[in-house]
């Protein structure tokens, strides 16, 4: 391009130059420089009128031809545009390609804007959620799905977080719908259908509420046999005797796991929303702190009551008394004798209600503590066994918990002690004297 423009502008000094010596011989230098360069001029209209000409008609065309500066300049022209075909091909292709994918997808995608503008969805997208080509695109996914629990669900826009609801396109499917943002202002809606999982679980819920109910009334009568048998020991010898005994504390320990499994079934399958009853959280620990001191016992745990005596709750009595139960019992069964347990109670900076049972115990190594809250997991199978647990506490605490949106935190250090958390958003929180005034 360089070596065009040096011979573009030696062409234009040779014309002046010629121009000026034929005028020289004529005796009209001015005249014959006007007129080299008028007809420069016109070669260079000219050539722009090629260029406009050929742009204007497309790109299908072959570019126009001329000598030096012109000449290049097309031919780089239209090197450019058969790159940015090339590219532009490229970038289709892949979009094309990009669709097949989605398309393939047993789930389906819909694509949004800001707002939660709709630009696209798959196929298994538009047959979950009902939407139909081409009215609803730009419109707003809150619009077409009216659904009040995907409404809070979306306005709360937390990415980690998965809805399961009734499919807006099939009511006799189960779907699980996940957000997840991207780009500038941009979210991607992902629908799986979980029906068959839904059932299973639902099966499996079932089975373990009727089970854990059928198992209640045999043990029941069971251990009143066994009652009765231990209190008339006249006729029986020693081994009898003890063999009872064991018998006793066995079934105990079944009757318990079968009401931990009977509470936690209820707290899964509970449809309705919790109570919202006042609850006087300063009492019920208080009550609790006893009867962890007696299932001390000769162990002899020192146990702090820490509390703000005005700060009550608003939710179900019974299902946070279980909760909070099996936090401060576990704290006992594993924290070594005189071991020391705090239970505090308190109102934090952003107004939220905190339970903290803090002990000195034995502690919890840290890849454990994300598995805690699942059913019958323990750290300690023989430990557990020992202090008579179900390996349920934990899992009825999570359940109770999320029934009144409340989270649990677990921090812990082995030989240490633990420290679990229960914090209850705002909106649960109530005060004694708020309660008084009402009155
Ligand atoms: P379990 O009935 O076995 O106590 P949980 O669900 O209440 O079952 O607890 C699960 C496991 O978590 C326990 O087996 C124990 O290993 C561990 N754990 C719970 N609380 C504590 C604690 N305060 N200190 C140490 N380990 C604990």
């Not at 009209?28 to 005249?31: F, I, R, S």
């Not at 609801?165 to 006799?172: F, L």
């Not at 189960?174 to 996940?178: D, E, F, K, L």
């Not at 509390?307 to 608003?314: M, N, P, R």
């Given at each position: 391009?360089?070596n065009s423009w040096?011979?573009?502008?030696?062409?234009?000094?040779?014309?002046?130059?010629?121009?000026?010596v034929v005028?020289?011989?004529?005796d009209?230098?001015?005249?014959f420089l006007?007129?080299s360069?008028?007809?420069?001029l016109?070669?260079?209209?000219?050539?722009?009128?090629?260029l406009?000409?050929?742009?204007?008609?497309?790109?299908?065309?072959?570019?126009p031809?001329?000598?030096?500066?012109?000449?290049q300049?097309?031919t780089?022209?239209y090197?450019?545009?058969?790159?940015?075909?090339?590219?532009?091909?490229?970038?289709?292709?892949?979009l094309?390609?990009?669709r097949?994918?989605?398309?393939a997808?047993?789930?389906g995608?819909?694509?949004?804007?800001?707002?939660g503008?709709?630009?696209w969805?798959?196929?298994?997208?538009?047959?979950m959620?009902?939407?139909?080509?081409p009215?609803?695109?730009?419109?707003?996914?809150t619009?077409l799905?009216?659904?009040?629990?995907?409404?809070?669900?979306?306005q709360?826009?937390d990415q980690d977080?998965?809805?399961s609801?009734?499919?807006?396109?099939?009511?006799?499917k189960?779907?699980?719908?996940?957000v997840?943002?991207?780009?500038?202002e941009?979210?991607?809606?992902?629908?799986?259908?979980?029906?068959?999982?839904?059932?299973?679980?639902?099966?499996?819920r079932?089975?373990i509420?009727?089970?854990?109910?059928?198992l209640?009334?045999?043990?029941?009568?069971?251990?009143g046999?066994?009652?009765?048998?231990?209190g008339?020991?006249?006729n029986?010898?020693?081994?009898?005797?003890?063999s009872?005994?064991?018998m006793?504390?066995?079934?105990?320990r079944?009757y318990?796991?079968?009401?931990?499994?009977?509470?936690?079934?209820?707290?899964?399958?509970?449809q309705?929303?919790?109570?919202?009853?006042?609850?006087?959280?300063?009492?019920m620990l208080?009550t609790?702190?006893?009867e962890a001191?007696?299932?001390?016992g000769?162990r002899?745990?020192v146990?702090?009551?820490d509390?703000?005596?005005?700060?009550?709750?608003?939710g179900?009595a019974?299902e946070?008394?279980?909760?909070?139960?099996?936090?401060?019992?576990?704290?006992v069964?594993?924290?070594?004798?005189?071991g020391h347990?705090?239970?505090?109670?308190?109102?934090d900076?952003?107004?939220?209600?905190v339970?903290?049972?803090i002990?000195s115990?034995?502690?919890?190594?840290?890849?454990?503590?994300?598995?805690?809250?699942?059913?019958?997991?323990?750290?300690?199978v023989?430990?557990?066994?020992?202090?008579?647990?179900s390996?349920?506490?934990l899992?009825i605490?999570k359940?109770a918990?999320?029934?009144?949106s409340?989270?649990?935190?677990?921090?812990s250090?082995?030989?240490?002690?633990?420290?679990?958390?229960c914090?209850?958003n705002?909106d649960?929180?109530?005060?004694?004297?708020?309660?008084?005034q009402?009155?």
């Open positions: 391009m360089n040096n011979a573009e502008v030696w062409r234009l000094v040779a014309l002046l130059t010629i121009a000026i005028g020289l011989v004529f009209h230098v001015l005249l006007c007129i360069l008028a007809g420069y016109s070669w260079t209209l000219i050539n722009l009128r090629h406009h000409r050929w742009l204007a008609k497309g790109k299908k065309y072959s570019p031809t001329s000598a030096g500066l012109w000449g300049l097309f780089e022209i090197r450019l545009q058969k790159r940015n075909k090339k590219r532009q091909r490229r970038l289709v292709n892949l094309a390609r990009f097949e994918t989605t398309e997808m047993p789930d995608v819909v694509v949004m804007q800001a707002n503008t709709i630009e969805w798959n196929d298994v997208g538009a047959k959620l009902d939407l139909n080509y009215q609803d695109v730009g419109q707003r996914i619009n799905v009216r659904n009040p629990e995907f409404l809070s669900f979306y709360r826009a977080e998965i809805l609801m009734p499919a807006p396109g099939d009511s006799n189960t779907i699980a719908i996940q997840t943002p991207y780009g500038h941009q979210s991607l809606l992902t629908a799986r259908d979980v029906t068959l999982l839904e059932r299973v679980e639902q099966i499996r079932d089975f509420a009727n089970i854990s109910h059928e209640r009334t045999p043990l029941t009568v069971m251990s046999f066994l009652e009765a048998m231990s008339d020991d006249l029986m010898d020693e081994q009898t005797q003890r009872i005994k064991l006793q504390q066995q079934s105990k079944m318990r796991l079968v009401e931990d499994l009977m509470l936690l079934s209820k707290l899964e399958n509970e309705k929303p919790i109570k919202h009853e006042v609850i006087a959280v300063p009492q208080q609790l702190k006893e001191q007696v299932v001390s000769p002899n745990h146990i702090e009551l509390v703000d005596e005005t700060l009550f709750l608003y179900d019974k946070l008394d279980s909760a909070f139960s099996n936090l401060v019992i576990n704290a069964n594993y924290t070594p004798d005189n347990i705090t239970i505090k109670w308190y109102e900076e952003s107004g939220r209600a339970l903290r049972v002990d115990g034995i502690g919890i190594p840290s890849h454990h503590i994300k598995r805690l809250t699942e059913r019958f997991y323990r750290v300690d023989a430990r557990s066994r020992e202090t008579g647990g390996g349920l506490g899992a605490v359940h918990l999320n029934r009144h409340a989270k649990l935190k677990i921090k250090e082995v030989g240490r002690g633990s420290e679990f958390s914090i209850f705002k649960a929180v109530t005060h004694k004297s708020d309660i008084r009402v009155i």
